[in-house]
């Protein structure tokens, strides 16, 4: 990488000598130390806590080191702050120079369609990042020309090299005791689920207080029934496909059928998803639906597997996106350096940066990991299965920019027994023809 | 209306006035007859300037501004479209936006009459005199007034947890039967949410209903005694009628604080389980940040603005018209 940019440093002097106004857009880490200038480039993520916290801190330390004379300044905020505030911040004239904003529309999708990000084609081909990164990833940071379409024209943000797949946790203890296998279908996950019931251990524990973990069973029922490429199409809108079409009165029928069969906890409606995590880490269920990052007690590592069901084709399939995608914003006034940025926070440096904090990346990365346990490794396997197989599927709720509202509501009638799975369907389906006919 | 002239101000101060200085010219000039050449006095209005050039830029041309948008669709960013009063119809015929201002008719009773029927009560007791210790009770029952939302959540939602000490204690008491998901019900969560909000208000309303039972006459209480007033008689016929002004702001307050719900709610159930616990603001946030349609949140708010001036407006004229009669 670093010769690719000491070449680069000529053509980019060149075209800051010939722009006094203006001309630091073109400027390079590679120019900036040339002359002994310092810029600081402005950062926003949704990565305040934790590993991920971490990662971005150790991921901008050695970016700096290695640019010197720029210096990161990083703020970060919540994502729920983050998806509700990302377009007032956008349009600030004293916007981030990168900002993290979600996939889809309430994202990346209406930022590119008000023009507040910078389009990173250029950057994409210069770096190669269309061949480091799976298609199906990329495709879920793009959007049309005339910002009606998603997963097609340009590239506005670049993924970073943080995965975010939704899995299945397991108890490997318990599975044992029921002489079953890791599931890898949904009838094998059914039958594995019967069994644990029969012998009194909670199937799958799943708390909906606070209503955003019903995605998770729900899209993994999804994947596992409707192709990849299917439930891509319904989310970039192309061709506009029911809701029902892709099979989600079935995936819907099938998560109300495991709550009457008292497949999750009792009160699931009363449970919040972190006491969920708790009871299933404390070796209290037998399969626990989540995104990846999860570490407790040696004990607890060493008793818990992670795994996808596959795709009706048997391939790998899992809805994933990049855990914060970055953009360039257009208020940036060093596009390149940003750029520059972007290419280093999705690489395989910080690859091993995050294998090392154990994150999973979203590309292989050989590293050791501080963090290596049979988790960790379980989510690498995962996850490289997926890229390898290009089986990576937007999520579903990113599809509107009300979505995800609609169906954790929706879902919490469905589980309740309150909503049919048609019913659940026409509520999704509503939302989606509102979204596309306003 | 009384007419001012130096002659009355001068009795009233209680006697005559220095031959010569300030008070006389001041009295004199608020004598003078009044006529369409007098120069108006800008002093005062300066005074009052920088504070109302504040409240113009945060509060009327932001109010002025949230009116407009109300009128358009408007996503927040872009350029807004008239629409006409389609915001505002939409209002009444969403079903979720009907849900919410039910559920509100419900946290009024939550938020505003139980904690003012619990704050009597409570001052009728602890503010009697010669009650022992009644800064400790004072202190103790309003610490849940200066709690964060998040802290008052984190409590309840350990407390009210499926598996947690209420459902505990029950079950340990033989009443395994009243055991709930308090927290995930379609049928009780907002009451429960209304409970935690009245928990919340009622320290508030106790406080504001003791300094008021300390501020009625001794003599009143006295003349109850000797008149062999029971406590409870006492209670409605002195303390209550000597606390007009207290309920007024009492109810005010937290009839608002009814309306505009929102951090404890969204804190717990974000309006759920479905939309159960939804509520004009819990809407309006959804409206404003969700579907970015910005214009209809705003129109929401002139609705929630509309109505908390009406209930407020009702209220002072219920406790004015009664003062007054």
Redesign the interface.
Known sequence: MRPRRQALALPALVAVALLPSGGAAQATAAHLAAHSQSITLTELDWNPTGPDNTFFIDVNKAFEQQNPGVTIKRTTISFNTD???I??RA?SPSAPCIIGANEGW?GVG?LAK?H?LVPLNKYAAQYHWFSRYPTAVLAQQMVSQNGKELGTGNLYEMATVLAGPQSVYYNKDLLSQLHLPVPSTLAELEHDMAAAKAHGIVPMELG????VQITVPLYQVLDAITPAQKLANFVYGIGRPTVASIGMDKAAATIQGWAKDGYF????????SS?AENNFFSGKGLFYPAWPGYSGTPAQDARTGVFALDGPNGKAEDQDNSNQPLGISRSCKYVDLAAQYLNFVSGPEAGKIAVKLGLVPQIPVKASSTQEGPIFRSELTLANNVAKSNGYVPYFDLST??ML?TL???G??LV?G??TPQAFTAALQADYSAFHNS | MRSTTPETLVAEAGGPLPASGGYVKILERGSAPRGPKRKTDLGPYLYVLPAMAVFAVFVLVPLAQGVWYSFTSW????AASWVGVSNYISIWTDPVMREGIANTGVLVLFYAGVPIVVGLFTAAIIGRRGMHGMGFYRTVLFLPQILSSVVVIVIW?LL???AGPVNGALGGLGLAFLE???????SITLDVLGLIGAWVAFGFCMVLFLAGIQAIPTELYDAAKVDGASPVREFFAVTLPGLRGQLAVAMTLSVIAAFQAFDIIWL????????SSVTPAINLY?DA????NVGAAAALGVVMLAASLVVTLIIVKLVEGRRNA
Do not use: C, H, Y
């Open positions: 998806v509700s505030t377009r007032l349009a309430s209406v008000d507040l909906l207080e606070d209503q906890p009792k009160s699931v409606l009363g449970i919040s006491q920019l009300t509202t954790e509501r929706a919490q009638s309740a309150r909503m | 996503d927040g960013i872009g939602r009210l947890a499926p709930q998901d308090w927290l995930g019900s379609f717990v159930t974000q309006g759920g389980p479905g939309t959804n940040f969700v579907s970015q």
